[in-house]
């Protein structure tokens, strides 16, 4: 018989052609995933020691187990080992998806019940128990966040640009190494440094919006330095040379060409760099503080932010408590959203407004 | 440059190769560019500088006024801390290393390719959460949940010194914080894993499946040698955020200043961005500059680490087959 | 509008690597001059230090003369920009800019220089341009679409209109239809035909036929070897250059026998 057409393992005739192997339908991975809940589930639960979690990790042992004698047996050690290997790969992937699922639940679950229209509109000022809000923290989060960018975008877009146009020699390789550093800075630390400077500078006790945002702007700054300088290296040459070809100044030609060409990743890496910093806890604690009114100064006054008012509310609640910490998760939930909207926005500017480069 | 007659000189600028007026814009140009380079080193110096100057008299000051005013002796009061960083951030690579590889290489090379993408970005949603909420999860769901856990492995794993002694009532363990703090690393180390899996040569890979190799052989010839160092400085990278993570931990982590192995038990050791951060409100005088000493520390600590992946990564380039 | 270039005793360095060695020639105005010679015998490297591009590069300098009508290229003050105003240059690989459409690449060369003129008179030089590079009745009607959405013939002629959008002296072509389809190439080359009408050009290229086919005057470049410095060999009429060379060198390389 004609190897090409012959029809795999019929079931009359003995197989013959040397192409073929032995093979698990797929039905019996099916089959012995649920075997392995079943039996898992009656072992724990006859010795008594119960538990979903603890059933589960059962039968996800026991399935790897039972497969890979069984592939052992049919297919041969070869394709169990791959068999085994996809297995415990696909189980990593959904034992991540875990917490995923369980702090997006719990955080919706429990921070639903404030998401109204008094949670933005009113500040902790005057409030004891139930009532009050996030507005504040909300608005000192974007002033915050606000002055960070605008400290952190010219500095990290120029310094990228330094880095990929102009920058050779020592002082672009001693750039390139301290950005490095910088982005190993653990953000306390960085928070540390801002109260340093301005308690140093302006007089002890100088905790305000600014601090913050400088504490913030040093991690923010050599994100943006990061992806920038990446995205310009990627710009074609050609482009440089076909714009200097026209007697274009080289400062023209970075502006107008190699910036424009790269513009969507930039946005797109100056809009995660912003995701990021948003959700920092620690510095902002350290250097801009807290506070229950409003206050939109940032250089006068302590100042509250969404994710120091989520760690207050948890950490420092009144009597009863439970106001208190659905605020907290309410304030988490809006965290949540901010971050991952902001991400999405991020993405989506990157792929939608990428210029075509048109080569096939 | 060029030798040339001084006669041309007047010849060209007739001829508008000389520019009439000077031209600024790329002077300008490259000044602030350069101004801005010089600025980030400006900006670490002055961390550098702010950060040593108020450490200064946690290191100066004698023991008995640190004891008094402070926290104690500077050395024997920041090192179990110290410590209590190490150790959660090396628990939290202990689990998170595995998954995050067998995620990366889900994504890149098992997963179809259609879904690759979306499934990546889920697992970088991770990475959105802020660290205050992985907290506020860790301590109301995480831990809780945990407890079982906690009794069932004393009671079974007991012989295993890590695992001895009373387990905790609350689960605001070491072994909580760590899987809180793996949780947080996964996204970076994946995304990092995914990339150099997915740079592997596709020559390479083809050329093993031609061999008759299975895909989990093709990985272990084509992929995994290929993207040795890039795990590796992946894994640091993922080990320097741990390390500095800090509200998670201080959430979670029930811990005093102390040293101490045993992960399920109540009594924890602390670490230093968690101490920071729960001591710093209330801190005055001397104490505070004891907390930045203590994070002057916890710098040191990070940047050997990041340094070492770099210079893994740099040895290693040479090696890899990248070229 | 045309202009004549000389090379005096012309050495070309990238740092301590001396790429190029005293090449003296004259190129002749309202004619085709092309270069041919093996990879890397420095033919690509002279063209580009015609209009300075060969500056891009760290640390490359020049020593000798390069007049252009009696003006030194490399003067005292003289500055590339200014150079690369009056001497156009069109790559191996088309390259029109990704964020413009069509118009906006034919005019990008005024624009960045800050030429202010009017909407009727932009619609002129655009059509005139295009008209130029024998483009303009393909994408008459999607001026503003992107430029990178034609085919590659047609970014290269895109690209030659935004060179003499500039009205340059000279036009410089480096291996311009190396990345194309033979139907492209024919194009490109009638195009040449009519260029030279107007402008001194010169075009380096790999193919002889296409030496032979386009150019008025061909000189030969040569390496003696790896690191060695590329040299002119031989420069003359094309039909000379082609039927009886001078050189045992040239016609090695034009016969196809090597060494």
């Given at each position: 018989m004609s190897t090409a057409t012959a029809p795999r393992q019929s079931a009359q005739a003995p197989v013959d052609n040397p192409l073929t192997a032995g093979q698990l339908p797929s039905w019996v991975t099916i089959a012995v995933g649920v075997a392995a809940l079943a039996v898992s589930a009656l072992v724990f639960t006859l010795l008594d020691t119960g538990g979903i979690a603890l059933i589960v990790v059962g039968a996800v042992v026991l399935f790897l187990v039972v497969m890979h004698i069984i592939s052992l047996a049919v297919e041969g050690s070869r394709r169990a080992v791959d068999r085994l290997a996809k297995h415990v790969v696909v189980t990593m992937f959904l034992l991540a998806l875990l917490p995923l699922i369980s702090v997006t639940w719990t955080a919706l679950s429990h921070g639903i019940n404030r998401l109204d229209p008094e949670f933005f509109t009113y500040s902790m000022r005057n409030v004891v128990g139930a009532g009050g809000g996030a507005a504040h923290a909300v608005w000192g989060t974007l002033i915050i966040t606000g002055i960070a960018t605008l400290i952190s975008v010219p500095i990290g877009l120029l310094t990228a640009v330094y880095l990929a146009e102009y920058g050779r020699g020592a002082l672009a390789r001693s750039i390139t190494f301290f950005v490095d550093v910088m982005t190993g800075i653990p953000s306390i630390v960085a928070g540390l440094f801002a109260y340093a400077l301005f308690t140093l500078v302006f007089g002890p006790g100088t905790i305000n919006g600014i601090a913050g945002a400088v504490a913030l702007s040093v991690l923010m700054i050599p994100v943006v330095v990061r992806s920038t300088e990446e995205l310009l290296r990627i710009v074609p040459n050609e482009l440089r040379e076909a714009s200097y070809a026209l007697g274009v100044p080289k400062w023209k030609t970075i502006m107008r060409i190699v910036i424009p060409t790269a513009v969507s990743g930039i946005v797109a890496g100056v809009i995660l760099a912003l995701a990021r910093i948003m959700g920092e806890t620690a510095p902002l604690m350290i250097a801009a503080g807290f506070t229950q009114s409003m206050n939109?100064?940032?250089?006068?006054g302590q100042m509250m932010t969404l994710p120091v008012f989520v760690f207050d509310s948890y950490a420092r609640?009144?009597?009863?408590r439970e106001p208190f910490w659905d605020r907290a998760w309410t304030g988490s939930l809006t965290l949540i959203l901010i971050v991952m909207l902001l991400n999405l926005a991020g993405r989506f500017i990157a792929k939608r407004f990428a210029p075509k480069t048109g080569r096939k | 440059m060029s030798s040339t007659a001084p006669a041309a000189e007047s010849s060209a600028a007739s001829a508008g190769l000389v520019p009439t007026k000077p031209r600024i814009g790329d002077r300008v140009f490259q000044g602030l560019s350069t101004g801005s380079g010089i600025a980030i080193l400006v900006i670490l110096a002055l961390v550098a500088a702010f950060l040593v100057l108020r450490a200064f008299p946690a290191l100066t000051t004698d023991p008995a006024t640190l004891a008094a005013q402070g926290y104690g002796e500077f050395w024997s009061w920041v090192l179990p801390l110290a410590f209590g960083t190490v150790w959660a951030a090396i628990g939290a690579l202990v689990l998170a290393v595995p998954v995050a590889i067998g995620i990366a290489l889900f994504i890149s090379h098992y997963a179809p390719r259609r879904l690759a993408q979306g499934l990546g970005y889920t697992i970088d949603l991770l990475a959105a959460v802020p660290s205050v909420v992985f907290g506020l999860w860790g301590i109301f769901v995480l831990a809780p949940a945990l407890i079982p856990l906690h009794v069932w492995l004393t009671t079974?794993?007991?012989?295993?010194p890590l695992f001895s002694g009373q387990p905790s009532g609350t689960g605001r363990t070491i072994f909580t914080t760590s899987i809180v703090l793996a949780v947080m690393i996964l996204p970076i180390i994946t995304s990092l894993c995914r990339e150099v899996f997915l740079q592997a040569p596709n020559l390479h890979e083809e050329a093993a499946l031609a061999l008759g190799a299975t895909r989990w052989e093709m990985i272990r010839m084509a992929v995994l040698p290929f993207a040795r160092a890039g795990i590796v400085s992946a894994i640091m990278l993922g080990l320097g955020r741990a390390l500095g993570e800090t509200m998670a931990v201080a959430l979670v982590l029930s811990g005093q200043n102390r040293v101490d192995f045993q992960v399920l038990t109540a009594e924890n050791p602390n670490t230093i961005a968690a101490n920071i951060a729960l001591s710093f409100p209330e801190a005055y005088g001397l104490r505070i500059n004891q907390l930045i000493a203590s994070g002057l520390v916890l710098f040191v600590i990070t940047l050997a680490v990041n340094m070492l992946a770099r210079w893994i990564v740099a040895r290693r380039a040479q090696y890899s087959g990248a070229n | 509008m045309s202009k004549r270039i000389e090379a005096k005793n012309l050495d070309i360095y990238y740092g301590k690597f001396k790429?190029?060695?005293?090449v003296s020639m004259v190129i002749e105005p309202r004619a085709v001059t092309a270069f041919i010679g093996p990879s890397g015998c420095g033919k690509s490297t002279f063209l580009r230090s015609l209009n300075r591009m060969h500056e891009v590069i760290n640390g490359a300098y020049v020593e000798g003369e390069l007049l252009l009508d009696g003006h030194d290229l490399y003067g005292p003050g003289v500055d590339p920009v200014n150079v690369r105003r009056q001497i156009g240059m069109v790559f191996q690989r088309p390259n029109p800019f990704?964020?413009?459409s069509i118009k906006e690449n034919v005019l990008a060369g005024l624009r960045l220089n800050n030429k202010r003129m009017p909407g009727r008179e932009q619609d002129e030089v655009c059509e005139k341009a295009l008209r130029g590079a024998n483009l303009w009745e393909e994408v008459k009607n999607r001026l503003d679409l992107p430029g990178s959405g034609l085919s590659g013939g047609q970014q290269q002629r895109l690209c030659i209109a935004r060179a003499i959008a500039m009205a340059p002296d000279v036009l410089l072509m480096d291996e311009p239809c190396s990345a194309l389809d033979p139907i492209s190439t024919l194009a490109i080359e009638d195009l040449i035909q009519e260029l030279k009408a107007n402008y001194t050009i010169v075009i380096v290229t790999h193919n002889m036929q296409q030496a032979a086919r386009v150019s008025d005057s061909t000189a030969f470049f040569n390496i003696a070897g790896t690191g060695a410095p590329g040299k002119l060999i031989e420069m003359g009429p094309t039909e000379q250059i082609f039927s009886t060379p001078e050189k045992q060198e040239t016609e090695n390389y034009i016969t196809g026998r090597f060494g």
């Open positions: 939109t100064n940032p250089f006068s609640p009144g009597i009863p | 079974y794993v007991g012989w295993f | 790429a190029v060695e005293d990704p964020t413009m």
